[in-house]
């Protein structure tokens, strides 16, 4: 490799900060890599998990990315309809490697139209606005569809993370930034997905989603209205 | 519960920024939960990925906590002899219900002398430091003697922020937060631990961390030997 890989993640007022970190923790340590934080200004955003997170460059001052990531978190829903963010996503989409998302990041490359015709996936309690967004739903924890990688909610990021590296750069420095953050995951239990969650916990947590889920439905409709 | 729970999560120049900020996506998504992440000062610090991390309460101002969370990076060897850290955290140490740490958060518990006559565990590379400190090692993900839960290597945290809501507060509420956060994890390969890792992959890393693995042993003798 004769020039630096360029990685670039969206940050945002509102992002679940887990989406961005536990990818940034992965592309930081790829071996000479360039790695932005990226939004509009240069001032910290809230997250949703008490700290805020501070970008290291604008997006009118980041150069062609070889990777963008948009993560998620219920601050989406304000970028869904925000021009400048979907296009700097767009005329990054033109020149990346790989145009990533974790979580509801991927109803943002919807709303930008980089997913129209692509397989993608996202937050379980949000794969039904995939179709609305012109994609089709997978249920796997990451999704590649050419140089579309999407992956499933919050900590699939980290699994995005070293698929991406392992695409870009190659199996052993996957394996190699895998052993060194020790990603030998042994969750305490089994409820990490509506799979296999207690039907009763599903239920119980669809409904106290509901009503965020609603209006971030009613955004989504808004976007594909747009996009036709 | 009739007391909002106090979480604390140590922050310093040189942390690994996902030991911290996994375990915080899953402890600030407990109902009612007060989390603070803390510092000396109230100022920006660096960590190995980039961004920098704000604390949101320095340690003079901390209340009693209910858990307290030391997490690693290459910044802990500064802390292994610093005595305003090692108050605090012992002070902390006398009234919290968990005394946690992650990854090579666990030698900074050492120093303060939290792990003496007790099972923990930590990075799989600096698991030897932890009899030096008067720990016996354990190789679990995530370890629970009595009152102190260690974890593994960077992405533990999230194994142990679970496990610590899990006893805390109950099985119930940690799978809520498993669910939200979607953790069903899925390593794309089976490098994330020395035991399934490729064994050259193993001992070129540990051939890489060598001198760095030597300074910090160099330092927690000295912490050894303060201990005495």
Redesign the interface.
Same mark, same amino acid.
């Given at each position: 490799m004769n020039k630096k890989l360029k990685f670039g993640l969206l940050v945002f007022p509102g992002i *679940?900060?887990?989406d961005m970190?536990?990818p940034?923790?992965v592309f930081?340590?790829v071996p000479g890599a360039e790695?932005?934080?990226l939004w509009k200004r240069i001032e910290?955003v809230s997250t949703?998990?008490?700290? *805020?997170? *501070?970008p290291?460059m604008t997006l009118a001052d980041c150069p062609q990315l070889d990777v963008i990531c948009v993560p998620g978190g219920f601050g989406i829903d304000d970028l869904l309809g925000d021009d400048e963010v979907l296009d700097f996503l767009r005329r990054q989409a033109e020149g990346a490697r790989f145009v990533t998302s974790v979580?509801t990041g991927a109803l943002v490359l919807g709303a930008a139209g980089l997913l129209r015709g692509y397989r993608a996936t996202t937050?379980?309690n949000a794969l039904a606005a995939l179709p609305m967004l012109g994609a089709e739903i997978s249920h796997e924890?990451?999704c590649i569809d050419r140089n579309r990688i999407t992956g499933?909610?919050?900590?699939?990021g980290?699994?995005l993370g070293? *698929?991406v590296v392992?695409e870009l750069v190659g199996?052993?420095a996957?394996?190699?930034i895998?052993?060194?953050?020790?990603?030998? =995951?042994?969750?305490?239990?089994q409820?990490?997905? =509506?799979d296999?969650? =207690?039907p009763e916990?599903?239920a119980?947590?669809r409904a106290r989603l509901e009503e965020r889920r609603k209006r971030r439905f009613e955004r989504v409709a808004d976007a594909a209205a747009r996009m036709r």
């Amino acid at each position: 490799m004769n020039k630096k890989l360029k990685f670039g993640l969206l940050v945002f007022p509102g992002i *679940t900060q887990l989406d961005m970190t536990g990818p940034l923790q992965v592309f930081a340590a790829v071996p000479g890599a360039e790695v932005h934080v990226l939004w509009k200004r240069i001032e910290p955003v809230s997250t949703d998990a008490i700290i *805020t997170l *501070t970008p290291t460059m604008t997006l009118a001052d980041c150069p062609q990315l070889d990777v963008i990531c948009v993560p998620g978190g219920f601050g989406i829903d304000d970028l869904l309809g925000d021009d400048e963010v979907l296009d700097f996503l767009r005329r990054q989409a033109e020149g990346a490697r790989f145009v990533t998302s974790v979580c509801t990041g991927a109803l943002v490359l919807g709303a930008a139209g980089l997913l129209r015709g692509y397989r993608a996936t996202t937050h379980w309690n949000a794969l039904a606005a995939l179709p609305m967004l012109g994609a089709e739903i997978s249920h796997e924890r990451v999704c590649i569809d050419r140089n579309r990688i999407t992956g499933g909610g919050v900590t699939a990021g980290i699994d995005l993370g070293l *698929t991406v590296v392992a695409e870009l750069v190659g199996r052993s420095a996957a394996e190699a930034i895998q052993l060194w953050i020790e990603y030998n =995951p042994a969750p305490p239990f089994q409820a990490g997905s =509506p799979d296999t969650a =207690p039907p009763e916990l599903v239920a119980s947590t669809r409904a106290r989603l509901e009503e965020r889920r609603k209006r971030r439905f009613e955004r989504v409709a808004d976007a594909a209205a747009r996009m036709r």
